[in-house]
Structure formats: structure tokens, C-alpha cells
């Protein structure tokens, strides 16, 4: 018998939005699992990076869909919020080479007045970390220390927050909902990034503030490339063109890779401004 129109309705029984994304995200994943090209530990390492974008990125989705659209707060420096309940961050701490406590603080990963994505990822403090950082400074060691508590940023020009006290580009504009996207599409616009262990501190990734200077630098720890996932949910593994971007790790000195000269006309940084919205 052919199934009538309406056979396949959602019935009170079936998934909720949350266990469908989980369905779809499971069935891509595994899709990705049995490529034979994942057969050594870099790439493991990679595909793991990859699925904690992804689980960001859907987190940030379901957020704002549960938000009437509005985007998840997103704050740099020593934010934190207070007991107000007014803000919102992704995220909060801010990430260093010393043994302050933020770096292993994982109640500002896990308690919603910290982290408000927290309760769609379960309190699961492992996504925010790219399973190739595992890089500590000789103090950090020292105490025996596994590891950093987190690897990823979120652009700067999306969410509500404090933009404006940073380093601004003055092309770049902050936009706090779906209903504010403008000529850049979702899915041209770029929302987390693993970004460069000496480079990390707070949630918040500042673009390029002009041309020839970048506030802060992707991540490179996958072979010259960084996982990016963008505002429609999809990912891309992005390789970095010039030596400028992929510096090596120190893990000695407190932002020793921020405010970075480049040359003028960087692909790179010039690929960071053309996926972040501008005025």
C-alpha cells in the first residue's frame, strides 16, 4: 500500500529539534570516521577538533533559535558576568601561559551564568578543547597540569558584548541577530576557530584591525590549517598561505602572539575580514 500524504508527520513520539541535529551530526561524523584517510593520530586529532566545532557551532544554533534569533553574548579582557542575569557569554576566562586559575576553571565552561551554550552541550567541558593543543608552559607543567581548559574563540563582530573597548577595524560591524546579516550571508560568515595556543586568552577572536595588523592569530595546529565553523552550521578545514599566520608555538610568554605586524595584502588576514561582517 502506498503511504498516504501525512503518513509521515512527526507523532507525539517522535524527535525533538535537539535529537535531530544530534541524529544528523552522528551520521555525518561517521561518514567522516570510516574515510580511510583518518588511519593516523594527526588525523584523528583533526577529525576530534572538527566534531567539537561542529557541536559548538549547533549549540550556538539552537541557542539562537531559542533566543527569538538574538546571538549568544560574546565578551573579551576579564569579563565576568554578574549575578544580574543581563549577560549572556558563550564563554568565560581568560587563557594564559601562567598558573592563574582561569585556565583550568571549569565552571566557566559549565554553569549557564558563564557559559550559556552550556546547557545544550550537556556540560561537557572536552568540546572546547582541540585534542593538538596540548601545550602547557614549564610553570603550567610544574603543577601537573593536563592542559589548558580551552581552544576556541568565537568572532569578534558577532553577539552582544564590549567590541568596542578592543581593537577595532572600522570596516568590521558587530551584529547581534539573525535579522542583522546583511550582504555577508551565514554562510559566508565565520563563527568559531581553534586560535593559536600563544594567541588565546578570552572567548572573543578580534578579526584584523587593519591591514598590515592582527589583534590576534588563528590556530595552525592541523598540518597549516584550523578547523572554522561558520553561522549556517557547516565547517571547513582552512589552510593558512603564509608564514606570517603559521608561527610555531612557544608556550613561554603571555600573548606573545598578539598585535602581530603582517604584510600589507595578507591573504590571510585578508580572508578573515571577507567572512566577518562589515559596515
Known amino acids: 500500500m502506498k503511504p498516504r500524504e501525512g503518513d509521515f508527520a512527526k507523532s507525539d513520539g517522535g524527535f525533538t529539534r535537539a535529537e ?5 551530526f552522528t551520521l555525518g561524523l561517521i561518514g567522516v570516521v570510516t574515510r580511510p584517510v583518518w588511519a593516523n593520530a594527526i588525523a584523528v586529532k583533526s577529525l576530534g577538533c572538527m566534531e567539537n566545532l561542529r557541536r559548538l557551532s549547533a549549540a550556538w544554533l539552537l541557542y539562537t533559535d531559542d533566543n527569538a534569533g538574538k546571538f549568544v ?4 579582557g576579564g569579563f565576568v558576568p554578574g549575578t544580574s542575569g543581563k549577560e549572556s557569554p558563550w564563554v ?14 571549569t565552571v566557566y565552561l559549565t554553569n549557564s551564568r558563564y557559559a550559556a551554550l552550556a546547557v545544550y552541550l550537556g556540560q561537557d567541558t572536552t568540546v572546547f578543547k582541540c ?14 597540569w593536563w592542559g589548558r581548559v580551552r581552544s576556541y574563540s568565537l568572532n569578534c563582530a558577532i553577539g552582544e558584548g564590549n567590541y568596542y573597548t578592543g581593537p577595532i577595524n572600522p570596516r568590521v560591524r558587530q551584529i547581534t541577530s539573525n535579522s542583522e546579516f546583511g550582504r555577508l550571508v551565514p554562510q559566508q560568515t565565520f563563527l568559531f576557530l581553534d586560535e593559536h ?20 592569530l588563528p590556530g595552525s595546529l592541523h598540518e597549516g590549517a584550523a578547523w572554522i565553523s561558520f ?17 610555531p608555538v612557544s608556550a613561554t610568554d603571555y ?7 603582517v604584510t600589507a595584502g595578507n591573504p590571510d588576514a585578508a580572508w578573515l575580514l571577507a567572512h566577518t561582517p562589515q559596515k
Open 20 to 24: 535531530l541535529l544530534v541524529v544528523l
Open 231 to 247: 553561522a549556517d552550521g557547516h565547517l571547513e578545514l582552512h589552510r593558512w598561505e603564509t608564514s606570517e599566520v603559521k608561527r
Open 131 to 144: 585534542p593538538a593543543d596540548d601545550y602547557l608552559s614549564r610553570a603550567q607543567a610544574a603543577r601537573g
Open 255 to 261: 600573548q606573545y602572539l598578539n598585535n602581530v605586524s
Open 197 to 216: 595556543p600563544d594567541s588565546i586568552d578570552d572567548g572573543m577572536f578580534f578579526v584584523p584591525s587593519s591591514e598590515t595588523r592582527m589583534p590576534e
Open 73 to 76: 553574548g560574546n565578551y573579551h
Open 92 to 105: 568565560t576566562g581568560c587563557l594564559d601561559w601562567t598558573t592563574s586559575s582561569d585556565n583550568t576553571n
